[in-house]
């Protein structure tokens, strides 16, 4: 689904806020006197149907880029259904893999499930228990860290060689949305490559149904190059100075202004968000909308806060928010840290069929 006409001036206004900011600190810097350059970093790559400039780290955008935006499938962000019974089984093989995290960029990932980042989304309620079984298909020792158990972490979470493979189960008793990830040592390092993803525990007693159910995981990539002549890897350094080079919702920078998510005029959309860092907050804001319910911190045991206009989402933290939409039109959903907007942390939410987009 290509996003054409109005979306230019949608996200125009998007970034304005932005622009600004970067006028007053150029402005600021001229009258000090400061005439050092400014290091290059990745801007947004966008729908090249969109009046926005096509641009990836250095500022260097490969011939194919548009070709390779247009050939690849985006995550998908939709809910998978609930298993039936009290056992879910997850059977995850890790691997080494190459990725593409935005159009023409290439970066070497440990992934859960050659699943690349993030790994599966799992589904279960509360009450299920789940069987884990870990393979180790990877060159170094990996783990499995749930934010969502209860369970000695010397037990469940220790390192499987390369080649090993082990199981182990736990109850899901808090109704919420959490993290998973590796947890083997340096733990930077390990979520940094892309070992992350989400897990849903729905409570017992069924929460307000909606019509859309779509879960973000968002990230940071730090790279040891540019990733375009031949794949990047992790700088460790960046890492530890949060210097991010994209940052991104499901592993893919701007994979949602490419390929919107869609809802209908009058439906109430669920946004299941994990922030998996290994750093950075995502500050969850809809553009023209409000998060009509926000159960913060994703936990589900309580009443949702009402009428929210932003939450901080935490590092290694989780958020579930209802958005109505009544008009028809595209809603940018973003993290309200404009610095990662402008590294790809930002999609569209399609409500109907605006006037100059296609409608599939």
């Not at 985006?74 to 298993?83: I, K």
């Not at 159910?213 to 460790?236: C, R, T």
Request: proline share 8%.
């Amino acid at each position: 689904m290509m996003v054409k006409g109005m979306l230019g001036l949608v996200l125009v206004a998007v970034f304005a806020a932005t622009a600004a900011v970067l006028f007053s600190l150029d402005s600021m810097a001229a009258s000090r006197g400061d005439d050092k350059p400014a290091a290059a970093t990745p801007a947004a790559v966008q729908d090249p149907n969109v009046a926005l400039p096509l641009a990836s780290f250095a500022g260097q955008v490969p011939e194919n880029a548009e070709e390779l935006a247009k050939a690849r499938e985006p995550y998908d962000a939709t809910l998978p259904p609930l298993q039936s019974g009290d056992l879910v089984r997850v059977n995850m093989t890790l691997k080494d893999m190459t990725v593409e995290i935005a159009p023409g960029v290439k970066y070497n990932t440990w992934a859960f499930d050659g699943h690349g980042a993030p790994g599966p989304i799992i589904h279960v309620r509360e009450g299920q228990t789940v069987e884990m079984k870990l393979t180790n298909g990877g060159s170094i020792p990996h783990s499995i860290d749930f934010h969502a158990a209860r369970i000695a972490p010397d037990r469940a979470f220790r390192d499987a060689q390369p080649g090993e493979s082990f199981t182990f189960r736990f109850t899901a008793k808090d109704p919420g949305v959490y993290m998973y990830h590796c947890g083997t040592k340096p733990v930077l390092a390990h979520i940094a490559n892309g070992m992350y993803g989400a897990i849903i525990v729905e409570p017992k007693k069924s929460l307000p149904k909606v019509d859309n159910e779509y879960v973000l995981v968002g990230s940071e990539w730090y790279m040891n190059g540019d990733g375009i002549k031949e794949p990047a890897s992790l700088d460790m350094a960046k890492a530890r100075a949060r210097m991010s080079d994209w940052v991104t919702f499901n592993g893919y920078a701007n994979q949602y202004v490419t390929h919107p998510l869609t809802a209908k005029p009058g439906e109430t959309t669920r946004f299941w968000i994990v922030a998996a860092g290994p750093t950075s907050n995502v500050n969850f804001h809809v553009v023209g909308g409000m998060l009509d319910r926000a159960w913060v911190n994703g936990g589900l045991t309580n009443l949702p806060q009402t009428g929210v206009q932003t939450v901080i989402v935490p590092a290694g933290g989780g958020g579930v928010f209802d958005v109505k939409i009544d008009d028809v039109g595209l809603y940018p959903f973003v993290s309200h840290a404009f610095a990662d907007v402008d590294l790809g942390q930002v999609g569209l939410l399609k409500v109907g069929n605006p006037p100059g987009t296609m409608s599939h």
